[in-house]
């Protein structure tokens, strides 16, 4: 199986600053097949990036994936505030698995 | 609109059974796999099964292997999840989600999710 490790665990930040999210993978993602989801409190996931650099269909363009092999990084340009709540990294390139999360708080 | 609208959460005793439904609307069903994800309360996303868009492929996570059974039925567009020898560590809530292709990809569409409680 495939583990996901996603860093920091929580960061406080304000509204307009830049953030780096990153997930590192145990071993090579196959085709790059790599996810990124964002989950407001007492909401379902949201798809926001898919295979590792693509934004899904309606996603602000202040969200940008990037990585390759076992290293993965979800940058958000401008933090707005309905982006503060969870996002996970996913892999599905074998089988399929998820990070255990980055919590993002209001500073 | 893509929507899928789950039923079927509720309390059941351990050892005990029930079954899922996702109604899926807005989309060709037969053209997408669809997948059930579940979360426990305050933890993080677990994928739990995979079913191909004709229905001929399943996958299961170890963790259910052999206690659920995923299934989908393209008269009633809609995808169930059969749970047996249910145990605590079940409870969560249970998403129905729409994967970006036919047998594989992302998971593109979420639905609100069922709660699952397992508890005596």
């Known amino acids: 199986e495939i583990v996901l490790t996603q860093s920091p665990g929580t960061l406080s930040l304000s509204p307009g600053e830049r953030v780096t999210l990153s997930c590192r993978a145990s071993q090579d993602v196959s085709n790059n097949y790599l996810a990124w989801y964002h989950q407001a409190p007492g909401q379902a996931p949201r798809l926001l990036i898919y295979r590792a650099s693509y934004r899904a269909t309606g996603i602000s363009d202040r969200f940008s994936g990037s990585g390759s092999g076992t290293d993965f990084t979800l940058t958000i340009a401008r933090l707005d505030p309905e982006d503060f709540g969870v996002f996970f990294c996913q892999q599905y390139g074998t089988s399929i698995t998820f990070g255990q999360g980055t919590r993002l708080d209001i500073k | 609109e893509v929507e899928l609208l789950e039923s079927g959460g509720g309390l059941v005793q351990p050892g005990g059974s029930l079954t899922l439904s996702c109604a899926a609307f807005?989309?060709?069903?037969?053209?997408?796999?669809l997948s059930w994800v579940r979360q426990a309360p305050g933890k993080g996303l677990e994928w739990v099964s995979s079913?191909?868009?004709?229905?001929?492929?399943?996958y299961d996570a170890d963790s259910v292997k052999g206690r659920f059974t995923i299934s989908r039925d393209s008269s009633k567009n809609t995808m169930f999840l059969q749970m047996n020898s249910l145990r605590a560590e079940d409870t969560a809530v249970y998403y129905c989600?729409?994967?970006?292709?036919?047998?594989?990809?992302?998971?593109?569409?979420w639905g609100q999710g069922t709660l699952v409680t397992v508890s005596s």
């Open positions: 807005g989309f060709t069903f037969n053209f997408f796999g």
């Open positions: 989600v729409r994967r970006e292709n036919y047998n594989s990809g992302s998971f593109d569409y």
């Open positions: 079913i191909s868009g004709s229905g001929r492929d399943t």
